[in-house]
């Protein structure tokens, strides 16, 4: 079942959030756990959430955002990070994830991943147009 994220899921999201960090090769610190859990539940700010459950259990997170299109009238919505427990993979959670955000995106859905993380690729080729466009990033 795909959802909204609630506060009973913070621990779950937690442990998930860290090891999506861990496969990333990336520590997240206690703040930035802190910081991203309250910014996914203050409806303030403008990134949200989506997870998945099996059983009870959530398995996956969806994070993303939405602002103003420039090319049309519409939203443009980005899936920010994507990330499914390795013990739930390959049972279609992450094509849900990305298929709900989709039923609720009025405009167009774009997201980015690691050249290397290629059996996402494999997923996200069927959902999916790859682009042409290159990421470019400035880091302060």
């Known amino acids: 079942?795909?959802?909204?994220?609630?506060?009973?899921?913070?621990?779950?999201?937690?442990?998930?959030?860290?090891?999506?960090?861990?496969?990333?090769?990336?520590?997240?610190?206690?703040?930035?756990?802190?910081?991203?859990?309250?910014?996914l539940l203050d409806p303030l700010e403008p990134i949200d959430a989506l997870v998945a459950e099996v059983d009870g259990s959530v398995v996956g997170f969806a994070h993303y955002r939405s602002h103003p299109d420039t090319f049309s009238t519409g939203r443009d919505w980005f899936l920010d990070d994507l990330y499914v427990d390795p013990?739930?993979?390959?049972?279609?959670?992450?094509?849900?994830?990305?298929?709900?955000?989709?039923?609720?995106?009025d405009g167009t859905l774009r997201w980015i991943t690691a050249e290397s993380n290629?059996?996402?690729?494999?997923?996200?080729?069927?959902?999916?147009?790859?682009?042409?466009?290159?990421?470019y990033e400035v880091r302060k």
């Open 1 to 39: 079942m795909i959802r909204a994220i609630s506060l009973e899921d913070r621990d779950a999201w937690a442990r998930l959030f860290v090891d999506y960090g861990v496969f990333y090769e990336t520590s997240f610190s206690d703040e930035v756990v802190e910081s991203t859990w309250r910014r």
């Open 87 to 105: 013990a739930a993979r390959g049972a279609g959670t992450a094509t849900a994830l990305i298929e709900h955000l989709t039923s609720i995106a």
């Open 118 to 135: 290629t059996t996402a690729h494999r997923v996200y080729d069927k959902l999916a147009t790859r682009t042409t466009w290159v990421t």
